[in-house]
């Protein structure tokens, strides 16, 4: 049964000024950044510590409320969007961050912004490399849960590849210790990665330890500018058959002309496409493959290639890219989607995509971590106009379709969250969900964590 009020004396246990039933308040814990209709909570509870959490779980547990966790709420596949009736678990005050030098970890509690996590580990000498693009704004805890990506990847991995630990608070109130801190630990089954990327419907991060790692050396950035995106995915198939950079970033002409009007930058707002990579290779092994980058994207058929060294001016370039979906969502409202296909598949991802937008009718500009494979086209609407929304949704569905077909995935980073719930049994098949619905019980079986999310 749905409630609409919070059960009398049901967070006995948590201090009561952590738990908020202000309705105005309530409001704005209704969505993520994926945004959409959003449930309506009964309460919002601000965990401060594990205990908290723990007492927050199984109060839910024995009225059956819902419960939502929440880290910074950027996340843009509705998992961390209200359900009507639940408990927003948010982690917004669980921001400690320790470093051990000598182990070269982190351990943080999981509200921690990760540019928190990097300014902590740089303040000893050491890197946390994982860096959506929303670093600077979405927690380490919801990096985990979703398995963030970012820019770095292509070279230095995901989320997942540096989580050696997890403290997770199950469904019944029972905080258990996943992994640990040594670099190599095969003991029992792998279950901290059993955690990583589970979107709040397994259990509720409270802590993680993550492996730091020696800072990279100043990066060299190439930018080069092609007529059309497809000469453009000809350099990444170049430069990714020959070398690993350490960023390979591709804007289409849409993106590039919302960043430039937003920022008002000088980018060449003619190109049909632009590319920004990057090599950290240390002494003259950057200027090395900085040269072999050039050259892959001139024999692409690149009208401009620019160098530099200069690590203010190659930050500027990464600005431009961050700045992409700020800048779209300023053209209107904007679904956001996060196919992956394998590299060579991505001149047909990208044709299909225009094609897409053809036959829809969508405006939909495109950035993608193109040395991942991992492409973010933008489904630009008006919310008001249910045609256009239609066209959107359509444009979306398809582009999902496509890059299944080309056998690559739904999503390389965001999650699956609420929003594509509808398609992952496209992906995964009948038996891979069966087998997912089963550790979900096994861990979760009256189902009050994160409810739709997921497994739908
Ligand atoms: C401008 C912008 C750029 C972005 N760029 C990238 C990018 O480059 N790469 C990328 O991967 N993502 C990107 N994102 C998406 C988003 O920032 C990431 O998914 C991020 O990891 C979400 O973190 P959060 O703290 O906001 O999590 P939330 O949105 O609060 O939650 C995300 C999911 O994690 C679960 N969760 C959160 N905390 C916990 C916890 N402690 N325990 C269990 N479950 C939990 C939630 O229930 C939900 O399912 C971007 C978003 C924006 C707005």
């Not at 995964?428 to 019980?441: N, T």
Request: proline share 6%; hydrophobic share 45%.
């Amino acid at each position: 049964m749905q409630l609409t009020a919070l059960p009398a004396g049901a967070f006995t246990d948590v201090p009561a000024h952590l738990v908020v039933t202000d309705p105005d308040v309530l409001e704005g814990y209704r969505t993520d950044r994926a945004l959409g209709a959003g449930g309506m909570p009964v309460a919002v509870v601000r965990a401060e510590t594990t205990a908290h959490v723990q007492a927050v779980l199984r109060a839910a547990g024995r009225h059956g409320l819902p419960v939502v966790t929440r880290g910074a709420g950027t996340g843009l596949s509705g998992g961390s969007s209200a359900v009507d009736g639940c408990v927003v678990l948010t982690t917004e005050r669980m921001k400690d961050v320790r470093i051990d030098v000598g182990a070269r970890l982190a351990v943080a509690q999981p509200g921690a912004l990760n540019a928190a996590v990097k300014q902590a580990a740089a303040a000893e000498g050491l890197w946390y490399p994982p860096d959506p693009s929303s670093y600077e704004i979405s927690s380490i805890g919801g990096n985990v849960a979703t398995n963030a990506g970012g820019l770095c990847c292509v070279k230095y991995g995901v989320t997942a590849d540096y989580v050696r630990g997890l403290e997770v608070v199950l469904a019944d109130g029972t905080a258990v210790r996943v992994g640990g801190r040594t670099v190599k630990d095969v003991a029992g089954l792998s279950l901290t990665q059993l955690f990583v990327g589970s979107e709040g419907v397994l259990g509720v991060i409270t802590e993680v330890t993550l492996r730091l790692i020696a800072p990279p050396a100043p990066a060299h950035t190439v930018v080069a500018v092609f007529p059309t995106v497809a000469a453009a995915v000809d350099a990444v198939l170049g430069i990714t058959r020959t070398l690993r950079p350490s960023l390979l970033e591709l804007m289409d002409r849409a993106s590039i002309r919302a960043v430039d009007d937003m920022t008002a930058m000088g980018l060449d707002r003619d190109a049909g496409a632009m590319l920004l990579a990057q090599s950290d290779q240390p002494g003259a092994g950057g200027e090395l493959e900085a040269g072999v980058i050039t050259a892959a994207c001139e024999a692409a058929g690149a009208t401009e290639v620019f160098g530099t060294s200069d690590a203010e001016e190659g930050a500027l370039f990464l600005a431009a890219r961050r700045a992409a979906l700020p800048a779209v969502e300023r053209l209107g409202a904007v679904l956001l989607e996060d196919v992956g296909v394998p590299l060579p598949h991505l001149p047909a991802l990208f044709a299909g995509i225009e094609q897409i937008a053809e036959h829809t009718g969508c405006l939909i500009p495109v950035v993608a971590h193109a040395g991942d494979g991992n492409v973010h086209p933008f489904f630009v609407h008006d919310a008001a106009d249910p045609a256009s929304v239609a066209a959107a949704e359509t444009a979306f569905g398809q582009v999902i379709e496509l890059a299944l077909g080309l056998g690559g995935t739904l999503t390389g980073e965001h999650g699956i969250g609420r929003i594509k719930a509808p398609w992952l049994a496209a992906q995964l098949g009948p038996d891979v969900m069966a087998l997912s619905r089963r550790i979900k019980h096994a861990l979760d079986p009256e189902g009050i964590l994160n409810p739709g999310a997921v497994l739908g």
